[in-house]
């Protein structure tokens, strides 16, 4: 396969991530890059790479044929239109847009002009998320209770513009909107019953620097995404629990521990001491009656998103982060910032 000529718009952080693969990436050659502060574009020139004069020049670029679109969240539309528009393939950043009417704007321009178009779910390659997937659809754990999905941080929001509404700021689009996909992901894109929602507002007013969601799924599976920017202990990554056994992963980085039972019934548990009293109930298993393993961090390569998405331009391979997919994640977001500002749960069928 040829390579093909990427731009990306944006040079910060994440603009900054997807030159740095680009450079490294054996189905893209990086063009170029464009920022609107000036003082960016220097720092790519800086960095061996062309900065673009502005987005008219990028788009009139006839030998770039991918745009990635890495800047504030309520600029994407805007950008994704008019690349589509002028031919390019298009990866946007999550969240892709502030709102199902955006989204479906930028869908129907894709549509229109047959320029391919997604969104950047990165997380899909992360490994925790790829260990816990592959464990519940081996269904080792039985029927899922329920699943929990946690990012736990002290520092409260980063940067700027994050922190403000008119920017599409706050921790649902920030983080949530990850931890919603992996758990579409996760459960095979179940169809999702209802969403409850409450939020945090412990070092800003104006955005959630924190989300607690509870997803109730049509096949049962009850799913937490919880987003903390004010957690100076955090909880475990993911917990699964079947009624078969649990999984447990502490940080992203480390073996996730599996225990499944052998059988349930035991000999009559001995009463053990806990703090100042005795309890049966919640003594320990027998060992005879369960197994533990470890599961270690497995290969993940994060240029499969760009390879993919190649290959979909080719008309290879269908892409893999879907419109139908990027509705779904973005109408769940619209349903918990509804469900916060009501207090109530809200119904759904998504």
């Not at 990427?6 to 952080?13: E, F, W």
Request: glycine share 8%.
């Amino acid at each position: 396969m040829n390579k093909k000529k990427l731009a990306v718009i944006g040079y910060g952080g994440m603009g900054g991530f997807h030159c740095r693969h680009a450079l490294e990436s054996d189905v893209v050659e990086l063009a170029g890059v464009y920022d609107i502060d000036p003082a960016r574009n220097e720092k790519a020139r800086t960095d061996g790479i062309r900065p673009y004069g502005s987005l008219e020049e990028v788009l009139n670029d006839g030998a770039v044929e991918i745009v990635t679109v890495a800047t504030p969240n309520d600029t994407h539309m805007d950008i994704v239109v008019r690349a589509l528009m002028a031919g390019k393939a298009v990866i946007c950043e999550k969240p892709v847009a502030l709102s199902s009417r955006q989204l479906d704007e930028m869908i129907r321009v894709s549509n229109e002009t047959g320029s391919l178009f997604t969104v950047h779910q990165n997380r899909r390659w992360d490994t925790d998320k790829m260990r816990v997937q592959a464990l519940y659809e081996k269904g080792e754990l039985g029927r899922i209770i329920d699943i929990e999905s946690r990012v736990h941080g002290s520092r409260g929001i980063p940067g700027d513009w994050r922190k403000k509404p008119e920017h599409g700021g706050g921790m649902i689009l920030d983080w949530g909107v990850h931890l919603i996909d992996q758990a579409f992901c996760i459960v095979g894109w179940q169809r999702l019953a209802s969403v409850y929602c409450r939020n945090d507002y412990v070092t800003t007013n104006e955005v959630e620097d924190g989300c607690h969601i509870v997803m109730e799924f049509e096949n049962g599976v009850f799913y937490t995404v919880e987003v903390g920017t004010c957690n100076y202990v955090s909880l475990p990554r993911f917990y699964m629990r079947g009624e078969n056994g649990s999984a447990v992963i502490v940080n992203w980085n480390e073996p996730m521990k599996v225990v499944v039972k052998r059988q349930f019934s035991e000999k009559d548990a001995t009463p053990v001491r806990a703090e100042s009293g005795l309890t049966k109930t919640m003594a320990p298993r027998d060992e005879d009656t369960t197994y533990s393993y470890e599961v270690p961090m497995p290969p993940s390569d994060v240029h499969d998103f760009y390879r993919n998405f190649c290959r979909a331009i080719d008309g290879e391979e269908e892409q893999i982060v879907t419109h139908g997919q990027m509705r779904r994640v973005m109408r769940t977001m619209e349903a918990a910032f509804e469900s916060a500002r009501l207090g109530q749960v809200i119904k759904t069928s998504i």
